[in-house]
């Protein structure tokens, strides 16, 4: 018999103090994804990769849980998280600025890394009390050329899982794969979304290859109460 295959959990959008909106200390952001039983987080903190620093100090404590780190910035197109560059290559790039979401795919791409649209939808309310507004996918990512993921499933969210939905949907109509990120600015929020990978991943490299493969799914808590309603979602087959 085959041995059962534990999916990797990554928590692929996680913010500290660092990104200026929140009084969330670093360690307790670890410490809150060790609780939740991830196996990693990317720290993705707005406008500079160099922000998250203080978090490489941090992997000697974190005992099993991985720390990984990648940027948020803005775009043309929205915010797009940026994974797989280093501290050198990078340079902050991009920061304090509305950057070309084009010109971010691919200076991401050609330093090995990946850049992926971040929450890349709207609410669309019929009038001001409208509880369950429309889900509509950002107009602006269908054109840019080269995306190889979308985030599908972002924690903020949860009170909308439609939203989980539409992008799911979306991203399997275009053939791109999903990933999950909580986008945390408070410890409790972590692990809210997720990603799951095949295999466990050791470096931010590995991450780029393993979305490139497309072996990863995005997760999130609002999924449970609707993986009945979800039909171009593939849920991860790997025992959680
Ligand atoms: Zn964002
Ligand atoms: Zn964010």
Same mark, same amino acid.
């Not at 190889?148 to 969210?157: S, T």
């Given at each position: 018999m085959m041995a059962k295959r534990q999916?990797? %959990?990554?928590?692929? !959008?996680?913010?500290?103090?660092?990104?200026?909106e929140s009084p969330a200390e670093p360690r307790d952001i670890?410490?809150?994804? %060790?609780?939740?039983?991830?196996?990693?987080?990317?720290?993705?903190?707005?406008?500079?990769?160099?922000?998250?620093?203080?978090?490489?100090e941090l992997r000697k404590t974190a005992g099993h849980l %991985?720390?990984?780190?990648?940027?948020?910035?803005?775009?043309? =197109?929205? !915010?797009?998280?940026?994974?797989?560059?280093?501290?050198?290559?990078w340079k902050d790039w991009g920061a304090d600025r509305v950057c070309s979401a084009q010109e971010l795919i691919a200076r991401s791409a050609k330093l090995g890394?990946? =850049?992926?649209? =971040?929450?890349?939808?709207?609410?669309?309310?019929?009038?001001?009390?409208?509880?369950?507004?429309s889900v509509v996918v950002d107009e602006r990512i269908k054109h840019l050329t080269g995306l %190889?993921?979308?985030?599908?499933?972002?924690?903020? !969210?949860s009170r909308f899982p439609e939203v989980c939905e539409v992008l799911g949907r979306y991203a399997a109509s275009v053939n791109l794969p999903g990933i999950g990120g909580s986008d945390? !600015?408070?410890?409790?929020?972590?692990? $809210? =979304?997720?990603?799951?990978?095949?295999?466990?991943?050791?470096?931010? $490299?590995?991450?780029? $290859?393993?979305?490139? $493969?497309?072996h990863v799914w995005p997760q999130a808590d609002s999924l449970k109460l609707t993986t009945s309603r979800i039909s171009a979602f593939v849920i991860c087959e790997i025992s959680m």
């Open positions: 999916a990797f %959990k990554i928590d692929m !959008h996680v913010h500290s103090m660092y990104s200026g670890v410490e809150a994804a %060790k609780e939740k039983g991830l196996d990693a987080i990317v720290i993705t903190e707005h406008e500079r990769l160099s922000l998250s620093l203080p978090f490489e %991985k720390i990984f780190r990648g940027v948020e910035l803005s775009t043309d =197109a929205g !915010h797009m998280l940026v994974y797989g560059v280093t501290d050198e290559d890394g990946l =850049a992926i649209p =971040a929450h890349p939808y709207s609410l669309e309310k019929r009038n001001a009390f409208d509880n369950a507004p %190889k993921a979308l985030e599908v499933c972002n924690g903020k !969210h945390a !600015h408070m410890p409790e929020e972590v692990g $809210r =979304a997720y990603t799951s990978f095949r295999v466990p991943v050791y470096s931010a $490299r590995d991450i780029v $290859r393993e979305i490139l $493969r497309g």
